[in-house]
T-cell receptor, first 112, second 115 residues
């Protein structure tokens, strides 16, 4: 019940296209859903996060869509750029407990 | 967001020796820090939760006597890998919990290689 399932495992998108990464969770107690971006040899960086009281959150080219009834959330990267090529991790937690449960990651490659 | 540093960024040690990794919260006082390890092309695995002034809480399967965690101040947590073996070679990453929210901010990671 603690799992967060992330798909796809890898993704190739052309420059200017939209990258979409999906995650699904089982634990209905989760109430905080962040996305992290990680470049090779670096620590993950918090990209954007959402709470279940909203269905969408946008920051620049990054948007989280959240479907509480389906227990799914997704990251959309608009106008994808080669510099966005990285591994993206979704995560979930119950803020009362603070520990994050991570998805397995999606390796994104944006071709020039 | 919070600024987190780790030292060293890379370390190579011989089998049987111990190595200490430092994690510092540079711009706020962190009562809670986390330690993760990450193998190549895999996700982050939580090893332990470190609370300032108290004993760390280890995840199931993580040997507390092998991975010693000390969180003696609000800005510093250390992870000591004792009697390291080649299978301990990994990328170790710490994170801090922003007390003003519930966001976790990660350090740059430490690459440990045990020969």
């Amino acid at each position: 019940q603690q799992q967060v399932k992330q798909s796809p495992q890898s993704l190739i998108v052309q420059k200017g296209g939209i990258s979409i990464i999906n995650c699904a969770y089982e634990n209905t107690a989760f109430d905080y859903f962040p996305w992290y971006q990680q470049f090779p040899g670096k620590g993950p960086a918090l990209l954007i996060a959402i709470r279940p009281d909203v269905s969408e959150k946008k920051e620049g080219r990054f948007t989280i869509s959240f479907n509480k009834s389906a227990k799914q959330f997704s990251l959309h990267i608009m106008d994808s750029q080669p510099g966005d090529s990285a591994t993206y991790f979704c995560a979930a937690s119950n803020i009362g407990y603070s520990t994050l449960t991570f998805g397995k990651g999606t390796m994104l490659l944006v071709s020039p | 967001g919070a600024v987190v540093s780790q030292h060293p960024s890379r370390v190579i040690c011989k089998s049987g020796t111990s190595v200490k990794i430092e994690c510092r919260s540079l711009d706020f006082q962190a009562t809670t820090m986390f330690w993760y390890r990450q193998f190549p092309k895999q996700s982050l695995m939580l090893m332990a939760t470190s609370n300032e002034g108290s004993k760390a809480t280890y995840e199931q399967g993580v040997e507390k006597d092998k991975f010693l965690i000390n969180h003696a101040s609000l800005t510093l947590s250390t992870l000591t890998v004792t009697s390291a073996h080649p299978e301990d070679s990994s990328f170790y990453i710490c994170s801090v919990l922003a007390g003003y929210s519930y966001e976790q901010y990660f350090g740059p990671g430490t690459r440990l290689t045990v020969t």
